[in-house]
């Protein structure tokens, strides 16, 4: 009866960690076949501990190279998304003007729409329009469809703003430039960081509208496709890992931050 009792109380703590598990599974998996040195040439079968591809990884030929052209990529469409993104936002949430409900209702199309359907739909465009397949029509793509999201984020932290804090601002005589700076920006921050880290994920992984606005330009997530054709270095597992850490350290800095203010608040 202790028991059933105990369970009951922790019940909810115990499906969160379980759901957590399951979610941090193929991250593990990934992690560990890092350390693989596979006999062939696809990394399915753990046969030996090797560091081999953590000392060169860039040692498979054009990887690093379809590397970079992602994170060029993700870095310009998260500043493109994100400071449109940003604006839009506010407009929404400020602003009355004609068709504001028409746009509010727009802005989820692009995270309601199939991802082939408006891969499609650029394709289209950008062939109609002459434009040449590659790196400038990716990023152009990758920025429509983070906007969206950069959107609801921002618009989201907009809306529970207190418009107190910023009439205070210009009670005290501060120009709309400093109230915009130093009370209205650092309190949206947050949502707009949200959104900037959401962009740059999305645009980093995606496959789908790359595919079919890449031309002849490789991303990382087609390079990784087109080697699993072929076999599958290891190579991209330690990337992966190494992506993977790096989230959970800004993750982790972020929590870090958050708690050294709240304590210096107090």
Known sequence: MTFVNWLKRHLVVIAGLITLGYLLLPNIVV????????????????????????????????????????????????????????????ALVRYRFRARGSVNSLIFLPMAMPEVVMAASLLTLFLNMGAQLGFWTILIAHIMFCLSFV???????????????EEAARDLYASPVQTFLRVTLPIAAPGIAAGALLSFALSFDDFIITNFTAGSTVTFPMFVWGSAQRGTPVQINVIGTTMFLVAVLLVLSSMVAGNRRTKQKA
């Open 151 to 165: 959107v609801v984020a921002v618009k989201a932290r907009v809306m529970s703003m207190d418009p107190r804090l």
């Open 31 to 90: 992690t560990v076949f890092s350390f693989n040195k596979p006999k062939g040439r696809f990394n399915y079968q753990w046969q030996h501990f090797s560091m081999d591809a953590w000392k060169d990884p860039c040692g498979v030929a054009d990887m690093c190279g379809s590397l970079s052209i992602s994170l060029q990529i993700a870095f310009w469409a998260t500043i493109g998304a994100t400071v449109l993104g940003t604006m839009i936002a506010f």
